[in-house]
């Protein structure tokens, strides 16, 4: 028994010993590690990369496949849907056959690795082989749905051009107003089947499954709902704009063959009426009100809504949302995570003052989360956000903190997986761009601004740039502009959002039975709103000041993101420079006793002199002047005269206690040498 706790101690010792050494391998080797050192003991959840490099490789694969696969498709591919079918099928298999030899092959490697000595080879193989699969998977992804839609029926009648067709569709979003002439509005619907010719003719109804673009006539704007599945007549083709995309245009002849196939849910009713009672409320606003008010609450903009009243006025709705455009301030009427977070937020304070458990705290939130989108007008940018927001939910459960950069990683995946178009939708890139930038970059820059600048300034400074550092190479890829006044603009406008979202939200909620109370929740939301008019006013003239010309192709975004690339990396090379040199000075400290270091900042040295300069003005004393304080003035120079009369009498009195106390010790020492001598003095 003894040898074996003999043995025991030995081996915990000689592991003890190793690990040890390694810590001393292991810092002697951080000389050129050292400037990441503080960085690694700074590390967050929340920007926690590891599954960056798998993302962008699926959504680069994504990319890749769609603009490579032909639009058109072959005979082979058009035989129907069972070989569709079996084509999908072998590709998620070798999918899923890379992906299962992929992460089995790195934990086989990993397991004949010796605990902590893997070398950096090994994980870059791991990296490679995750990427490899990702990218893989992205690929087949975007395979299987080019050529599911490749064959779809209404894609086949629409190749050789326009063709008449009757299409059986269900409608996902709120018909808007259109910028066609040809239509008076227009709604996003996906096919349920499709006829060539018309009902009469007794042709064949083939089932079809594509998103499509429905432009409709006046009469059957009002009519049409959320959610509701009609047949249409009309005539197929492909948009002008991008011929992935499919149109159905019913001209007001045809509108009297619509046919309801399926009212939409009550729910789903109750809704449409909440957005005509809220629109209706909004037309008694000020012009930037009817125009604002409901894109920020509904991403809908006020000329854009189908209503009942006076329409808004065209040429200044146009000069607004060019403005806000040139203002780099136009995101503002797309609803993204704001709305979620202010939702969620809410509903966390109000379980944590009722001491809720963790279930119904993720409760109430996976509830706010759904019924926020079941009245919100959906978007790519919306998806992204509730996905997000449900990713979380997880987190609640097990009493942990969210982190941000994970979840939207992991969001970013599923969603491109599901549905690959999205990877080229400029809505969901540019959300998901904002969220990593503002996760990544606003929480260093916050802490540095905040030595110059107050809290809340500096956080929201720190948000846009964040924000903006992203999403700017992705805005060139729709307009070739940058805009220059950004920042500012989004700072003026930043302190009202929450609040005009807030109020909007609640107009929303309140104007179909208390529509008194509802316009005065818009009017409260247009006070807010009114600084996106004075930014889009100031910053967004039209005087070629507000933006920066610059190429809007691939080779341009490239440009623009490789300039941000190297300003961010001097600065963090400057920042290390500067800790490294912080910790060269605290190490001669220690050796010499001595401090030796450089000087603070300058701001840091004008905000230490504004602070001791303003201390130094609100401590000084003022004597009062003028011929209503004369006596006041007269009697403290006499106070003042005394005082100065008695320290100068106080002066003297020392003065002639010192040379008194010399001459009694200069007297002394002389007594004391006389008697050491045994003379008279």
């Given at each position: 028994?003894?040898?074996?706790?003999?043995?025991?101690?030995a081996a915990q010792h000689t592991r003890t010993a190793q690990r040890?050494?390694?810590?001393?391998?292991?810092?002697?080797?951080?000389?050129?590690?050292?400037?990441?050192?503080?960085?690694?003991?700074?590390?967050?959840?929340?920007?926690?990369?590891?599954?960056?490099?798998?993302?962008?490789?699926?959504?680069?694969?994504?990319?890749?496949?769609?603009?490579?696969?032909?639009?058109?498709?072959?005979?082979?591919?058009?035989?129907?849907?069972?070989?569709?079918?079996?084509?999908?099928?072998?590709?998620?298999?070798?999918?899923?056959?890379?992906?299962?030899?992929?992460?089995?092959?790195?934990?086989?490697?990993?397991?004949?690795?010796?605990?902590?000595?893997?070398?950096?080879?090994?994980?870059?193989?791991?990296?490679?082989l995750v990427c490899m699969a990702a990218a893989l998977t992205g690929?087949?992804?975007?395979?299987?749905?080019?050529?599911?839609?490749?064959?779809?029926?209404?894609?086949?009648?629409?190749?050789?051009?326009?063709?008449?067709?009757?299409?059986?569709?269900?409608?996902?979003?709120?018909?808007?107003?259109?910028?066609?002439?040809?239509?008076?509005?227009?709604?996003?619907?996906?096919?349920?089947?499709?006829?060539?010719?018309?009902?009469?003719?007794?042709?064949?109804?083939?089932?079809?499954?594509?998103?499509?673009?429905?432009?409709?006539?006046?009469?059957?704007?009002?009519?049409?709902?959320?959610?509701?599945?009609?047949?249409?007549?009309?005539?197929?083709?492909?948009?002008?704009?991008?011929?992935?995309?499919?149109?159905?245009?019913?001209?007001?002849?045809?509108?009297?063959?619509?046919?309801?196939?399926?009212?939409?849910?009550?729910?789903?009713?109750?809704?449409?009426?909440?957005?005509?009672?809220?629109?209706?409320?909004?037309?008694?606003?000020?012009?930037?009100?009817?125009?604002?008010?409901?894109?920020?609450?509904?991403?809908?903009?006020?000329?854009?809504?189908?209503?009942?009243?006076?329409?808004?006025?065209?040429?200044?709705?146009?000069?607004?949302?060019?403005?806000?455009?040139?203002?780099?301030?136009?995101?503002?009427?797309?609803?993204?995570?704001?709305?979620?977070?202010?939702?969620?937020?809410?509903?966390?304070?109000?379980?944590?003052?009722?001491?809720?458990?963790?279930?119904?705290?993720?409760?109430?939130?996976?509830?706010?989360?759904?019924?926020?989108?079941?009245?919100?007008?959906?978007s790519e940018s919306i998806m992204r956000a509730v996905v997000m927001?449900?990713?979380?939910?997880?987190?609640?459960?097990?009493?942990?903190?969210?982190?941000?950069?994970?979840?939207?990683?992991?969001?970013?995946?599923?969603?491109?997986?599901?549905?690959?178009?999205?990877?080229?939708?400029?809505?969901?890139?540019?959300?998901?761009?904002?969220?990593?930038?503002?996760?990544?970059?606003?929480?260093?820059?916050?802490?540095?601004?905040?030595?110059?600048?107050?809290?809340?300034?500096?956080?929201?400074?720190?948000?846009?740039?964040?924000?903006?550092?992203?999403?700017?190479?992705?805005?060139?890829?729709?307009?070739?502009?940058?805009?220059?006044?950004?920042?500012?603009?989004?700072?003026?406008?930043?302190?009202?959002?929450?609040?005009?979202?807030?109020?909007?939200?609640?107009?929303?909620?309140?104007?179909?039975?208390?529509?008194?109370?509802?316009?005065?929740?818009?009017?409260?939301?247009?006070?807010?709103?009114?600084?996106?008019?004075?930014?889009?006013?100031?910053?967004?003239?039209?005087?070629?000041?507000?933006?920066?010309?610059?190429?809007?192709?691939?080779?341009?975004?490239?440009?623009?993101?490789?300039?941000?690339?190297?300003?961010?990396?001097?600065?963090?090379?400057?920042?290390?420079?500067?800790?490294?040199?912080?910790?060269?000075?605290?190490?001669?400290?220690?050796?010499?006793?001595?401090?030796?270091?450089?000087?603070?900042?300058?701001?840091?040295?004008?905000?230490?002199?504004?602070?001791?300069?303003?201390?130094?003005?609100?401590?000084?004393?003022?004597?009062?002047?003028?011929?209503?304080?004369?006596?006041?003035?007269?009697?403290?120079?006499?106070?003042?005269?005394?005082?100065?009369?008695?320290?100068?009498?106080?002066?003297?009195?020392?003065?002639?206690?010192?040379?008194?106390?010399?001459?009694?010790?200069?007297?002394?020492?002389?007594?004391?040498?006389?008697?050491?001598?045994?003379?008279?003095?």
């Amino acid at each position: 028994m003894t040898s074996t706790v003999r043995r025991t101690h030995a081996a915990q010792h000689t592991r003890t010993a190793q690990r040890t050494r390694t810590s001393r391998r292991l810092r002697a080797s951080d000389g050129v590690r050292g400037l990441m050192t503080h960085w690694a003991d700074g590390e967050s959840g929340r920007r926690d990369l590891r599954m960056l490099p798998a993302a962008l490789c699926l959504w680069a694969a994504a990319l890749a496949t769609r603009a490579v696969l032909p639009q058109e498709g072959t005979g082979s591919l058009q035989e129907g849907a069972g070989g569709m079918r079996g084509l999908a099928v072998v590709l998620c298999l070798g999918a899923s056959a890379v992906m299962f030899a992929s992460v089995h092959g790195v934990h086989a490697w990993l397991r004949h690795a010796r605990a902590g000595h893997a070398p950096p080879a090994l994980r870059c193989a791991s990296w490679l082989l995750v990427c490899m699969a990702a990218a893989l998977t992205g690929a087949f992804a975007t395979a299987v749905a080019t050529t599911h839609d490749m064959a779809d029926p209404a894609i086949r009648m629409s190749r050789t051009g326009s063709a008449r067709a009757t299409v059986d569709i269900r409608t996902r979003a709120p018909a808007l107003r259109s910028a066609s002439r040809a239509a008076a509005c227009t709604v996003h619907a996906s096919t349920r089947a499709v006829q060539i010719g018309a009902v009469q003719t007794g042709g064949v109804r083939m089932p079809s499954d594509v998103d499509v673009r429905v432009l409709l006539p006046d009469a059957l704007c009002m009519r049409v709902v959320q959610g509701g599945e009609y047949r249409l007549s009309g005539t197929l083709a492909r948009a002008p704009w991008d011929e992935r995309t499919l149109q159905l245009t019913v001209a007001a002849a045809d509108a009297d063959t619509a046919v309801v196939l399926r009212a939409p849910a009550p729910w789903r009713r109750a809704v449409h009426t909440m957005q005509r009672r809220f629109f209706a409320v909004a037309d008694g606003l000020s012009d930037q009100g009817r125009v604002l008010v409901p894109g920020l609450t509904l991403g809908v903009l006020g000329q854009d809504a189908l209503g009942e009243g006076e329409p808004v006025d065209e040429v200044y709705a146009s000069r607004l949302e060019e403005g806000c455009r040139r203002a780099g301030i136009i995101h503002l009427m797309a609803v993204s995570g704001g709305h979620y977070a202010l939702l969620a937020s809410a509903a966390t304070a109000l379980c944590s003052w009722t001491l809720a458990p963790r279930w119904a705290v993720a409760a109430a939130r996976a509830a706010a989360v759904v019924a926020l989108t079941a009245v919100l007008v959906p978007s790519e940018s919306i998806m992204r956000a509730v996905v997000m927001h449900l990713f979380a939910l997880g987190y609640v459960l097990l009493g942990r903190r969210e982190q941000t950069t994970p979840l939207l990683l992991w969001t970013a995946i599923v969603a491109i997986v599901i549905k690959p178009a999205r990877a080229a939708d400029f809505g969901f890139a540019l959300s998901c761009a904002a969220v990593l930038g503002i996760a990544l970059v606003s929480g260093p820059l916050a802490a540095v601004l905040r030595q110059w600048l107050p809290r809340r300034m500096a956080d929201a400074l720190a948000t846009t740039i964040g924000a903006q550092l992203l999403t700017s190479p992705l805005q060139l890829l729709m307009q070739p502009q940058i805009a220059l006044w950004a920042v500012p603009a989004n700072l003026l406008v930043a302190p009202w959002m929450d609040m005009a979202t807030v109020c909007g939200l609640g107009a929303y909620t309140v104007s179909w039975c208390m529509p008194t109370l509802g316009f005065a929740l818009a009017w409260c939301a247009s006070l807010g709103t009114k600084s996106v008019e004075i930014a889009a006013d100031v910053f967004g003239a039209d005087d070629g000041s507000a933006q920066l010309a610059w190429p809007s192709d691939t080779a341009g975004a490239l440009r623009l993101a490789g300039a941000e690339t190297l300003v961010v990396l001097i600065v963090v090379l400057l920042r290390a420079m500067a800790r490294l040199r912080d910790d060269m000075s605290k190490q001669c400290t220690a050796v010499s006793g001595r401090r030796i270091g450089a000087s603070p900042a300058p701001f840091v040295r004008m905000r230490l002199w504004w602070e001791r300069t303003w201390a130094m003005l609100t401590c000084l004393r003022w004597r009062p002047r003028g011929p209503a304080h004369a006596g006041v003035a007269r009697h403290g120079v006499r106070h003042a005269d005394r005082r100065r009369d008695g320290r100068r009498e106080a002066g003297r009195r020392r003065n002639g206690h010192r040379r008194a106390g010399r001459r009694r010790r200069a007297r002394r020492r002389r007594w004391g040498i006389y008697a050491r001598s045994g003379e008279a003095p």
